[in-house]
């Protein structure tokens, strides 16, 4: 069964960190690209960061550019999201996805190119 699953997310106050996790199982990351997406109540889900699956290449919007930072071990079967300066407008549950590629290049911002999907992990920005 092909599996992500998320960790490291919780309370924190304004101007902390958090750093996110993102495990797969049942199959290797190897050949996928990685996004990572959030979903505050009342929005859309959006992209705040993805990487191709060799790890050279990243996007990330205006809205978390300078703060967080994404990054991969594949070794570990593992890619991470490290959240730096968080705002309360941060506050969201934060889901990582998983799209097959073969340009290991290839970096995928949008959420409707993915088709596996974690089950998120809730991340709160308050004092």
């Known amino acids: 069964q092909l599996q992500l699953v998320e960790s490291g997310g919780g309370l924190v106050q304004p101007g902390g960190s958090l750093r996110l996790s993102c495990a797969a199982s049942?199959?290797?990351?190897?050949?996928?690209?990685i996004g990572w997406f959030r979903q505050a109540p009342g929005k859309e889900r959006e992209g705040v960061s993805c990487i191709s699956s060799n790890g050279d290449n990243t996007n990330y919007p205006d809205s978390v550019k300078g703060r967080f930072t994404i990054s991969r071990d594949n070794a570990k079967n593992t890619v991470y999201l490290q959240m730096n300066s968080l705002k309360p407008e941060d506050t969201a549950v934060y889901y990582c996805?998983?799209?097959?590629?073969?340009?290991?290049?290839?970096?995928?911002?949008?959420?409707?190119?993915?088709?596996?999907w974690g089950q998120g992990t809730q991340v709160t920005v308050s004092s």
């Open positions: 049942g199959f290797t990351l190897d050949y996928y690209a």
């Open positions: 996805a998983a799209k097959r590629i073969f340009n290991s290049d290839y970096v995928a911002p949008n959420v409707y190119e993915y088709d596996l």
